[in-house]
């Protein structure tokens, strides 16, 4: 317990699925948590649920896309928290097509979420960051981000960016006592995939693909990783990804 004890942690997409995941855990472990979402209504009942549980949480609607709502959220954070320790860019999206059919529009959706977005976040934590003696920023990749597959070019192409704008991050906020690092899941079980996983078991099969323990990852597994970056136990670990996949990428 209380393995972030004292940490300010913002989360992106944190009104459901992971993002929900690592709020709730990292509230646990006794971070003070802001849930950043476009969702109000989830989002409120995370931080409700959060301080009913006596973690200490708050919601800020942010739409990740949005300067003027990251500003906002971080002078926010500033006022009522003072500093700002871990920074969790997990808000993304996915559209399922090759790349040769993706719109225009599809392809600038997708990346505006998962790229602008973690470009943003990354620019507008960072002064307070530093106000703050350092911090961690945690980067939401996927193995798409390491691989290939069929029918996701555009998300696959952005998780690609992300991962290696976490390197190039970590080489600039090194200096700032600013730790970066990419987490990337396999195939998990969100209500982003829930229609691929929990349809017919020939989908399932083809969604799980080579991942050698069989089954897809649960939300907490990857926040289990994401409370290990967040906390001083990843003091050395900089720059680099860190893969949750149950062996997809090995096989």
């Known amino acids: 317990m209380d393995r972030v004890k004292g940490k300010v942690a913002l989360v992106t997409g944190g009104a459901m699925g992971m993002g929900q995941a690592h709020s709730e855990l ?11 979402d476009r969702e109000i209504e989830k989002g409120e009942a995370v931080a409700q649920s959060i301080a009913a549980a006596n973690g200490r949480a708050e919601f800020i609607r942010l739409d990740v896309t949005s300067e003027s709502d990251w500003d906002a959220a971080i002078a926010r954070i500033k006022q009522k928290a003072g ?32 790229v602008r977005g973690v470009y943003f976040g990354t620019r507008a ?44 991050c970590a080489v600039d906020l090194a200096p700032f006592n600013i730790r970066v690092n990419s987490i990337h899941p396999g195939v998990i ?42 906390s001083n136990e990843s003091s050395f670990v900089h720059g680099t990804e860190l893969l949750v996949d149950g062996g997809y990428v090995a096989n």
């Open 26 to 36: 990292l509230a646990a472990e006794g971070a003070h948590v802001f849930i950043c």
């Open 83 to 114: 500093r700002l320790d871990v920074l969790i860019n997990n808000a993304g999206i996915l559209v399922l097509k090759p790349a040769h059919e993706t719109t225009t529009e599809e392809w600038d959706r997708v990346f505006n979420v998962n």
């Open 125 to 168: 934590a960072v002064p307070l960051m530093k106000e703050s003696g350092g911090g961690s920023i945690i980067n939401i990749s996927s193995i798409y981000g390491m691989v290939g597959a069929p029918s996701a070019g555009a998300y696959i192409a952005s998780k690609g960016a992300v991962r290696l704008l976490t390197k190039s």
């Open 189 to 230: 079980d969100t209500p982003m995939t829930k229609n691929l996983l929990h349809s017919d078991e020939a989908t399932r099969s083809a969604i799980l693909g080579p991942t050698l323990l069989g089954r897809p990852c649960q939300p907490k597994e990857v926040s289990q990783a994401v409370l290990f970056l967040a």
